[in-house]
C-alpha cells in the first residue's frame, strides 16, 4: 500500500508553515511500501498531528492522505476498521493502553479484534525479548511508563499490517531496550514486507531508513 | 465466552448501576404479563363463544321482528331497505325471510279415539335455517303428505299442561312423529286437504313451519293479499352476544330473544377488563422500554472513553454494537419466556377451575399470545438496536 501526502497543511499551524520552508507540509510526497520513513523535527513542529492524520484520527487539515490512491476521507466506518485492523498499526506517543486491564490482555485484545496473526504464545515469546515478562500479567496502569511503551510496542506488533506508524516510539527507554526493540520493530516489518514511518526528536541510527525527512 | 468478549466485557462494564436495571426489568416483566393476559383473556371469550365444545346450537339464529306498539299495530312489515340495512351488518351472516301463510288453515285428527281439531297458521323458512331439517324435508307439487316442523315448546303446553286439563294421554316426540292428520287449506274455490306429518320439533323458531315450496304454492293459490312483506326475519349471526347488535337491535326498534343476547352485557365487561390491561401493559412497556434504553445510554455514556480508544485500534463500530446487544438482549428473551410460562400456568389453572363448572376453555395458551409475545419481542429488539446504534455513533464521532 503506498501513501501519498498531497500537500496536506493542518489548519490550526497553517500561519505557522506557511512562512518556513518544510520537507512533509505542504508538498507532494510518496512513501512506497517496504519504505523505511524518518521524520525528524523538533518539539511542536506537528511530528504527532502528521501521524494522527495518516491514521485518520485528525480531520482538521488541508490537502489530502492517499492510499493506493484513494483519500482516506472516503473511508467508511467499516473500511477504516478493516485498515487500522490489516494495513496500518500505530504506536501512540502517549500509548494509549487500557490502563484496567492487564498488560498481557492490552496485548491479547489487539491480537484477537481480528483473525489473529500469531498465536497467543507470540506475546510471550515478544515480552520477553524487550524485558517485559514479568509484568505481563499486571495492571496497564500500574506498569512504569518505559515497560508500558514496550508493551505498546508489542500490542503494535501482535497484528497484521502494510505500515507502522511510531510517535517517538522509544523516548522513555534506555539505549540497551531501545537497540532490543528495533531490532524487534525491524523483524517484524520485514517479516511483513511493511512499510515503517518513525517521527523523532533527533538523528538516529536504528533503522536503515529509505528516507529522511524533516518536518 | 471467546477471548475478544470476555475483554470488552471487563471494559465495557454496565455501569448505570444495577438498581436501575433491575427496575426496567421489573417493568418489562409486569408489561409483558400484563400484555399477554389481555390477549389471552380475549382469546378465552372468543373460544367460549365459537368452540363447538361451547356452542348452542339456538344461541346462533335470531328471529326478529318489530317491537309491537299502538303506534306501528298493523304496520310491522319490515321494507326492503330494512332487510338490506341489516344483511350489511357486520355481526350478521346471512338472513332469512319468515314468509307467513296467507291463508285460512285448520288441522284436525283422522281418529275418533283422539280427536281433534284447531285453525293454524303456518309460516316457512329458507332450509339453511332449520336445524333439524332433514332429508324429508321437501314438498313438490301433487305431493299429498306435507312435512311440519312444531316447536318444542307446543308439546311441552301439550304434555305438560293440556294433557292433564282435558284428560288426555301425554306423548313423545316419537308418537307424534307417527300420527297422520289432516291439513285443511281454505281458498276462494273450497277447501282443499293435505296430509300433514311432523317430522321434527324446533327450538329455534316459534311457529308451526311447512317447507317453503309448499308456503310458496298455497300462499300463490289461497292467498288473500299477494305481495305482502315479511314481518319477521330470522338471521345467523356469530356472536348474539355482540354490544353492537344489540345496540343495534334496540335503534332500529326491533326485537328478539333477550334470553340469547343477555351475554352483551358480560361480554362489555370482558371487554372493559381487555381493554384497560392491555392499555395499561402498552404504556407500562413503553415506560420500561425507556427506563431500557436510559440504561444502555448510561452505560455507553459510562464508557465512552473505554469506546473511543477501541475503535481508535480498530475495533469496528459493528462488533461494538454486537456486542452491546448480545449484554442487552437476551435478558429481554428471558423476560418473555417467563411470562408466557405465567400465563401457561394460569391458563392450566382456569382451565381446570373452569372445567368443573363444565366450562371449556383450552388448557394451552392462545397461539396469538405466542403472536403477541414475539411482536414485542421484535419491539424490544428493535429499540435495543437503535439506542446502541445511536449512541454507539455518537461515541464513534
Known amino acids: 500500500m503506498t501513501i501519498e501526502l498531497d500537500h496536506i497543511i493542518p489548519i490550526p499551524l497553517k500561519d505557522r508553515f506557511l512562512q518556513r520552508n518544510s520537507e512533509v507540509w505542504n508538498t507532494s510526497l510518496t512513501f512506497e511500501q517496504g519504505h523505511y520513513i524518518k521524520i525528524k523535527a523538533p518539539s511542536g513542529t506537528g511530528k504527532t498531528t502528521l501521524v494522527h492524520i495518516l491514521y485518520k484520527v485528525r480531520h482538521d487539515y488541508e490537502g489530502a492522505v492517499l492510499l493506493n490512491n484513494t483519500p482516506i476521507t472516503c473511508l467508511s466506518e467499516d473500511a477504516l476498521s478493516e485498515l487500522r ?19 498481557r490482555e492490552n496485548i491479547e485484545l489487539k491480537r484477537i479484534l481480528q483473525t489473529p496473526y500469531y498465536e497467543p504464545e507470540m506475546i510471550e515469546s515478544m515480552a520477553e525479548a524487550l524485558g517485559v515478562l514479568p509484568v505481563l500479567d499486571q495492571k496497564a496502569s500500574l506498569c512504569s511508563y518505559g515497560e508500558q511503551q514496550r508493551i505498546a510496542i508489542i500490542r503494535a506488533l501482535i497484528q497484521p499490517f502494510t505500515w507502522l506508524l511510531m510517535d517517538e516510539p522509544f523516548s522513555h527507554l534506555d539505549i540497551a531496550n531501545t537497540r532490543k526493540a528495533a531490532t524487534l520493530i525491524d523483524t517484524e516489518c520485514r517479516k511483513r514486507k511493511a512499510g515503517l514511518l518513525i517521527t523523532d526528536l533527533d538523528e538516529d541510527d536504528h533503522f536503515n531508513y529509505t528516507k529522511q525527512y524533516h518536518l | 465466552m471467546d477471548g475478544l468478549e470476555r475483554l470488552l466485557k471487563k471494559l465495557i462494564r454496565s455501569g448505570a448501576g444495577r438498581n436501575r436495571f433491575a427496575l426496567a426489568i421489573t417493568g418489562l416483566s409486569v408489561a409483558m404479563l400484563l400484555i399477554l393476559a389481555a390477549v389471552q383473556i380475549q382469546s378465552n371469550y372468543h373460544d367460549l363463544l365459537h368452540s363447538k365444545t361451547n356452542q348452542d346450537s339456538i344461541a346462533n339464529f335470531l328471529v326478529l321482528n318489530k317491537i309491537l306498539t299502538d303506534q306501528n299495530m298493523g304496520a310491522t312489515a319490515l321494507s326492503d331497505s330494512d332487510i338490506n340495512d341489516l344483511k350489511q351488518q357486520p355481526f350478521v351472516e346471512s338472513v332469512g325471510l319468515l314468509s307467513p301463510g296467507r291463508f285460512k288453515a285448520s288441522i284436525q285428527s283422522y281418529s275418533d279415539r ?46 305438560f299442561q293440556f294433557s292433564f286439563s282435558q284428560n288426555l294421554p301425554q ?90 343476547t343477555r351475554f352483551s352485557r358480560y361480554r362489555q365487561v370482558v371487554d372493559l377488563v381487555v381493554t384497560i390491561s392491555g392499555i395499561t401493559g402498552v404504556i407500562m412497556l413503553a415506560f420500561a422500554l425507556l427506563i431500557f434504553s436510559l440504561f444502555i445510554q448510561l452505560t455507553i455514556v459510562a464508557c465512552k472513553e473505554e469506546i473511543i480508544l477501541l475503535i481508535t485500534l480498530g475495533a469496528s463500530p459493528k462488533q461494538l454494537r454486537k456486542f452491546l446487544m448480545k449484554q442487552f438482549f437476551p435478558v429481554n428473551i428471558l423476560i418473555i419466556l417467563v411470562s408466557i410460562g405465567i400465563i401457561a400456568i394460569l391458563q392450566y389453572a382456569v382451565h381446570h377451575q373452569l372445567l368443573s363448572r363444565h366450562i371449556y376453555v383450552n388448557a394451552l395458551p392462545s397461539y396469538t399470545v405466542l403472536i403477541a409475545a414475539l411482536t414485542v419481542l421484535m419491539v424490544t429488539w428493535w429499540v435495543n438496536r437503535y439506542f446502541i446504534r445511536k449512541y454507539i455513533s455518537l461515541s464513534a464521532k
Open chain 2, 114 to 159: 283422539f280427536p281433534f281439531y284447531t285453525d293454524i297458521a303456518f309460516e316457512s323458512v329458507p332450509k339453511d335455517f332449520i336445524d333439524v331439517a332433514g332429508k324429508d324435508w321437501i314438498w313438490k307439487e301433487n305431493q299429498q303428505l306435507v312435512p311440519v316442523i312444531v316447536p318444542n315448546m307446543f308439546l311441552d303446553f301439550y304434555n
Open chain 2, 171 to 260: 306423548l313423545t316426540q316419537q308418537v307424534v312423529k307417527m300420527i297422520i292428520f289432516k291439513i285443511n287449506l281454505y281458498g276462494p274455490n273450497g277447501i282443499v286437504s293435505f296430509n300433514g306429518q311432523v317430522v321434527g320439533f324446533s327450538d329455534r323458531i316459534s311457529s308451526l313451519l311447512v317447507p317453503q315450496e309448499f308456503m310458496e304454492w298455497a300462499n300463490n293459490r289461497f292467498g288473500k293479499n299477494k305481495d305482502t312483506k315479511p314481518s319477521r326475519v330470522i338471521i345467523s349471526t356469530k356472536d348474539p352476544g355482540n354490544p353492537i347488535l344489540v345496540q343495534y337491535l334496540k335503534a332500529k326498534n326491533l326485537s328478539t330473544d333477550a334470553d340469547k
Open chain 1, 85 to 103: 485492523q490489516q494495513k496500518i498499526s500505530i504506536l501512540f506517543q502517549d500509548l494509549r493502553l487500557f490502563p484496567n486491564l492487564t498488560a
